[in-house]
């Protein structure tokens, strides 16, 4: 195992094992405060009780005292055992997430967002992207659906931007090396974000159709009512008026239950919000106040929430006061009793209002701040628990095209993988790479796609190096027929590559990189060669390059016929009646082939 990797492992399970042994002493503290605050509760009550029977009504009292503070301070203390506990199980839950993706435990991976509502594109079925154990599952450890729907978007670029590109890179890089700050927010999450976070709630509040023009007339009405009514019956009870105050009260009542529609409506939308308040003001308060040192991008990503002229923590806090003075309002007796002494219905709604318009803007764009950082720190987890992965350098005019050294794919355990250097000069090139049955032709294809998936997102890759062109990406690997639109599997196909010869003819400033797997494998040997090598002959020099694997070893003629076509091979060999393969690519077409030995080797007729 590499040096560097096997260190981070150790690393991570000398924090788990840590852990644990600080575990368990708070949690037998825990467990026994639990007994000593059921102790103080009934000894309150058996010594109040006794002194109540003796007739001594202030012991009673002092007692019933007494025992409440010590009961309080019991339970404070408990609370504080079991915070420490839930940081303690926390923190280990995210060690051992990290040590499940390092190793590739895919049971023992965390939840993540499955891409539901959404059409799942070509590429990310054809390099599993997304869906189970694929790239997205094996990076994802964001705490909200949207968060990981953008991580999605940056993994399945097919037209990258270069400047969103190095802008992800930098940010991630930062985010590896700021390990106090990452390890933080993670916590964070954790602890606050038990459920996902559902910032879409909190937009469609502040977007939600309210009448809240009617606050401008109905709070200064009701605010007179309201003392109007005290006004009588406050002269009602020293006799100076007679009961007029119940006039008053009606008219009230009948306002107020006339406008219980709307004002309701605005106070019961803020009140779902309270639980996703609690959570963004928990993340806000925390990224206002951190220190960045120098880490410039960092800084420049979360500027929207550190301004401190206006601390976005602040007008949560707000919003989150008046969700629980609207809490106060449920109780249908204190409701009552608060509406009578004030228009407290009224005054919450205004002020509801008036804090949703300060934020009617703002809030918005924390939460994609929020969203951001949350995929960021997806993408520097990845790369802090694959140490030996390096961030490419993608840029303009990269010559060769497209150059890798000991390149594996992410999804593959690192102890099985096997790496290979491999290199397009220019564009124009096409590599005809041939091979027996599982050689790891279909894997090396994928291989070169997902790398630059992950360089496109920002994040490092499974190499020693990697530089490259920004290429748009296009892969034909997983073709399906469709009963429903009447596609045969050869019909999908073509129209597969039709699409990526329109791809080719295209004008664009980024050429094409297409990776094909098995061409043409819907039709008869005569036609699939026929037409293999008319469509290779119209793709080679045109403004891409390309990776094409195929049994057909015909096809490696072509490279005698185009200077651009280029062969590689993997090969097998047979020992002690078993197929071994070695995984390494190499130049040149495949000597061997595999189809007949593994007939035999399965019992089934061969020719002699």
């Not at 350098?393 to 095209?401: H, K, Q, R, Y």
Request: aromatic share 10%; net charge neutral; hydrophobic share 45%.
């Amino acid at each position: 195992m590499n040096t560097l990797r096997s260190a981070r492992q150790r690393a991570i399970e000398r924090h788990i094992a840590r852990l644990e042994r600080r575990l368990v002493p708070v949690q037998i503290a825990s467990d026994r405060i639990s007994w000593l605050r059921a102790g103080v509760f009934i000894a309150m009550l058996i010594v109040a009780a006794i002194l109540g029977f003796q007739g001594n009504v202030l012991g009673c009292l002092l007692a019933l005292l007494v025992g409440l503070l010590l009961f309080f301070a019991v339970v404070w203390y408990h609370r504080g055992l079991e915070h420490w506990i839930d940081v303690f199980k926390t923190w280990r839950a995210i060690r051992s997430d990290q040590l499940a993706r390092m190793t590739h435990d895919w049971e023992c991976l965390d939840r993540y967002f499955p891409t539901k509502n959404r059409t799942t594109s070509p590429l990310e079925l054809d390099l599993d992207l997304t869906g189970p154990r694929s790239l997205q599952q094996l990076l994802d450890t964001t705490q909200s659906r949207q968060a990981s729907q953008l991580l999605v978007s940056w993994l399945a670029q097919h037209n990258p931007v270069l400047d969103g590109i190095l802008a992800r890179q930098n940010i991630v890089r930062e985010l590896v090396a700021f390990t106090r700050f990452r390890d933080r927010i993670r916590l964070i999450f954790r602890l606050m974000l038990q459920e996902p976070l559902e910032g879409e709630k909190l937009v469609n509040w502040l977007l939600s159709v309210t009448e809240a023009h009617r606050l401008k007339w109905a709070l200064p009405v009701a605010t007179v009512l309201v003392a109007l009514n005290l006004v009588l019956y406050a002269l009602y009870v020293f006799d100076e008026l007679p009961p007029y105050w119940l006039i008053s009260l009606a008219i009230y009542a009948l306002f107020f239950f006339a406008n219980q529609s709307w004002a309701g409506e605005i106070l019961g939308a803020l009140s779902r919000m309270e639980v996703e308040l609690d959570r963004l003001g928990a993340i806000l308060n925390y990224v206002e106040n951190v220190s960045f040192d120098s880490y410039d991008h960092l800084v420049q990503l979360c500027a929207p929430l550190r301004d401190a002229a206006h601390p976005p923590s602040s007008y949560v806090r707000k919003i989150k006061l008046a969700s629980i003075g609207i809490g106060l309002r449920s109780n249908p007796i204190l409701g009552l009793i608060l509406n009578l002494v004030l228009p407290w219905d009224f005054i919450f709604a205004y002020l509801t209002n008036r804090f949703r318009s300060q934020v009617v803007e703002s809030l918005p764009v924390w939460l994609h701040v929020y969203y951001e950082l949350d995929a960021y720190a997806a993408l520097a987890n990845f790369a802090y628990v694959n140490p030996e992965y390096v961030f490419p350098d993608i840029t303009p005019n990269a010559g060769p095209v497209l150059s890798a050294k000991d390149l594996g794919h992410p999804l593959i355990p690192f102890a099985q993988s096997v790496r290979n250097d491999f290199t397009l000069n220019s564009n124009g090139e096409l590599a005809i790479i041939t091979g027996s049955n599982m050689a790891g032709k279909s894997t090396f294809l994928k291989s070169i796609g997902i790398n630059l998936c992950l360089a496109y997102a920002g994040a490092p890759v499974v190499a020693t190096h990697f530089r490259a062109q920004p290429f748009r990406l296009y892969t034909c690997i997983h073709i399906t027929d469709s009963v429903t639109d009447g596609f045969s599997y050869f019909y999908a196909e073509v129209k597969c590559l039709k699409r990526l010869l329109d791809e080719l003819e295209m004008e664009n400033d980024f050429p094409l990189l297409y990776l094909i797997d098995e061409i043409f494998r819907g039709t008869n040997n005569r036609e699939r060669l026929l037409g293999s090598r008319a469509f290779i002959q119209a793709i080679v020099e045109k403004n891409g390059v390309g990776l094409l694997a195929t049994h057909d070893l015909e096809l490696a003629s072509l490279s005698e016929q185009r200077p651009q076509v280029h062969n590689y091979h993997f090969r097998d060999e047979v020992s002690d009646g078993r197929l071994i393969f070695d995984y390494k690519i190499r130049t040149g077409p495949c000597p061997t082939t595999n189809a007949l030995k593994i007939m035999q080797m399965e019992g089934l007729p061969v020719p002699s």
